[in-house]
């Protein structure tokens, strides 16, 4: 394995068959938008994370407190669990990329992602995924207070609310991250 001179990886979050179609007529411009931050990222050697969110069957991880899991706890009763954390078809994962399965919004949480991280040396990582206020916001969050670089791809996020993408994207995030567009991050 080729070592990662950049101390990098792409993080490839929550673009999974269950939540990338909640996105509607969006959901094919997030696609093409990760997918060229792969491109970019595989052209570099940096390494690519995929993070799912996902839960046993019988959901023992939902808590009655958690109010955003529990409220769909009986939506999540009915789906195929293994076909809700599928990787969306056009981005999913090659023979050596990691995927991690967490449990809660943030990459972090209920994962191995910072064993992962630590493993192989990274201290910066580069955010793309479904949503801006939620895996992306929660993610960043606790990765600036790991002391982790960070980097959000602003075309390589989307959320239901475009107005909270752009507050979070111009006003929020530039306050622990820089935030640029895949172009720009491509030209690194």
Same mark, same amino acid.
């Given at each position: 394995? &080729? /070592?990662?001179?950049?101390?990098?990886?792409?993080?490839?979050?929550?673009?999974?068959?269950?939540?990338?179609?909640? #996105?509607?007529?969006?959901?094919?411009? $997030?696609?093409? @938008?990760?997918?060229? +931050?792969?491109?970019?990222?595989?052209?570099?050697?940096? %390494?690519?994370?995929?993070?799912?969110?996902?839960?046993?069957?019988?959901?023992?991880?939902?808590?009655?407190?958690?109010?955003?899991?529990?409220? @769909?706890?009986?939506?999540?009763?009915?789906?195929?669990?293994?076909?809700?954390?599928?990787? &969306?078809?056009?981005?999913? %994962?090659?023979?050596?990329?990691?995927?991690? /399965?967490?449990?809660?919004?943030?990459?972090?949480?209920?994962?191995?992602?910072?064993?992962?991280?630590?493993?192989?040396?990274?201290?910066?990582?580069? #955010?793309?995924?479904?949503? /801006?206020?939620?895996?992306?916001?929660?993610?960043?969050?606790?990765?600036?207070? =790991?002391?982790?670089?960070?980097?959000? #791809?602003?075309?390589?996020?989307?959320?239901?609310?475009?107005?909270?993408?752009?507050? #979070? /994207?111009? =006003?929020?995030? %530039?306050?622990? +991250?820089?935030?640029?567009? $895949?172009?720009?991050?491509? =030209?690194?």
């Amino acid at each position: 394995m &080729e /070592t990662n001179k950049q101390n990098t990886a792409l993080l490839v979050m929550d673009m999974q068959n269950g939540i990338v179609p909640m #996105l509607g007529a969006s959901s094919a411009a $997030i696609v093409g @938008s990760v997918s060229k +931050a792969i491109a970019n990222a595989r052209a570099k050697k940096i %390494p690519v994370i995929y993070v799912v969110v996902g839960f046993r069957n019988g959901f023992p991880e939902v808590s009655a407190n958690n109010k955003g899991f529990s409220a @769909s706890k009986e939506r999540f009763a009915k789906l195929n669990m293994d076909d809700f954390m599928k990787v &969306e078809a056009s981005i999913a %994962p090659q023979a050596g990329d990691v995927t991690v /399965t967490k449990r809660r919004v943030s990459a972090f949480t209920g994962s191995d992602l910072e064993v992962v991280l630590r493993a192989q040396g990274i201290q910066h990582i580069v #955010l793309t995924g479904i949503a /801006t206020s939620g895996v992306v916001l929660s993610t960043l969050r606790e990765a600036a207070d =790991k002391d982790y670089h960070i980097t959000v #791809l602003s075309d390589g996020c989307a959320d239901g609310d475009e107005e909270i993408h752009r507050v #979070l /994207t111009t =006003k929020v995030f %530039p306050r622990q +991250a820089e935030v640029i567009t $895949i172009d720009e991050w491509s =030209k690194n």
